[in-house]
């Protein structure tokens, strides 16, 4: 694997998660792999999860870590080519994400829409300058559209907690005060198709993903009948990718409660954290058993790691 930008960059889903899985029992074998490279963990946003147990994954395997808050800590940076910067912007993405690329062997970065401007948000300039100017195998951390690593620790947490053979996964919007990204649910969507689920969404008129992400998966409007047979249900909010950015509803008939849960086939429920407790989903479902939001929280070292473990037999 050279970059980690997308599902794309996978060319086997099923032997990715089992391989994965496979890693998490044997990690230990693997502790010099990293030895002598670093990894830069560069963050233009907060995070608590992507940032801990990318690091835990990347000592895991020997590897120096460096990590730096880029948003609040380095040099504003100008994205567009050929800019007379004479602006706000003190250092061009170009020279920096070089700089960054001389330093370390693999740069992972977190960079979330700016939720304005949908094409420029769609275009994906901050990863696709990473890749274009560092000259290493760059891995998403969350960018404008996508966030894979969490994708991928969501479909080994599903492997790892399925019943049946096909089970039936709803990606359910709920509401939120704030209006976040598409990414996490964009993300999901396309794992989600490529995997042995039936995979349904069921959102508010208005929340529909961009088309490329609902191309082929079944949606509804009416989240009951989606929870019905459910084997896992996935919350996440998102603003509208119609009205760019924007909160359409915040209707609290779509927070996930035990009424709703009680719906479904015995789902487990899931949420890629952090979640807002009682507007979101209730706190008696997530403190109910068949909530699994830590061991897939703890899944994000897992897929970490055998993200890593490619890339660095790439090298
Ligand atoms: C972010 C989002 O929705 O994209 C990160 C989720 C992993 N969430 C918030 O900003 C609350
Ligand atoms: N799920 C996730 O990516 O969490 P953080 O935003 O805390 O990294």
């Given at each position: ?91 061009h993405?170009?020279d920096?994400?070089r ?24 275009a ?48 359910t ?14 993300s ?7 995997a042995d ?25 009416n ?13 996440k ?79």
């Open positions: 694997m050279k970059h980690f930008f997308s599902i794309s960059d996978v060319t086997d889903l099923k032997g990715i998660v089992a391989e994965a899985i496979d890693l998490k029992k044997n990690i230990a074998q693997f502790s010099e792999l990293g030895k002598g490279k670093t990894i830069g963990l560069i963050f233009f946003n907060s995070s608590l999860r992507t940032r801990l147990s990318t690091q835990k994954a990347a000592l895991n395997f020997g590897m120096s870590v460096i990590v730096m808050n880029v948003g609040s800590d380095g040099w504003k940076l100008e994205m567009q080519d050929g800019a007379i910067m004479n602006g706000d912007a003190a250092e993405i170009k920096a994400a700089v960054m690329g001389a330093y370390c062997d693999i740069i992972a970065v977190r960079s979330f829409a700016e939720l304005k401007n949908r094409d420029k948000d769609y994906e300039e901050v990863l696709k300058s990473f890749m274009k100017y560092a000259g290493v195998p760059v891995i998403n951390l969350e960018s404008s559209t996508l966030h894979p690593l969490q994708s991928l620790a969501d479909l080994i947490t599903i492997e790892e907690y399925k019943k049946v053979k096909r089970p039936k996964v709803v990606l919007w709920a509401p939120h005060p704030k209006a976040l990204p598409q990414a996490v649910p964009n999901f969507a396309q794992w989600m198709k490529n689920v039936d995979f349904v969404i069921a959102c508010p008129k208005g929340y529909e993903l961009a088309p490329e992400f609902m191309e082929g998966v079944a949606l509804t409007h989240q009951d009948e989606a929870f019905e047979g459910a084997d896992f249900i996935y919350a909010n998102w603003s509208s990718y119609q009205m760019y950015g924007q909160i359409v509803s915040t209707d609290p008939a779509w927070t996930v409660s035990a009424e709703k849960m009680a719906l479904t086939n015995n789902a487990k429920f899931m949420h890629c954290l952090p979640v807002r407790r009682n507007v979101v989903v209730t706190d008696e479902v997530l403190d109910a058993d068949y909530s699994i939001i830590i061991p897939e929280a703890k899944n994000r070292v897992t897929s970490a790691q055998v993200v890593l473990k490619r890339i660095l037999e790439n090298l």
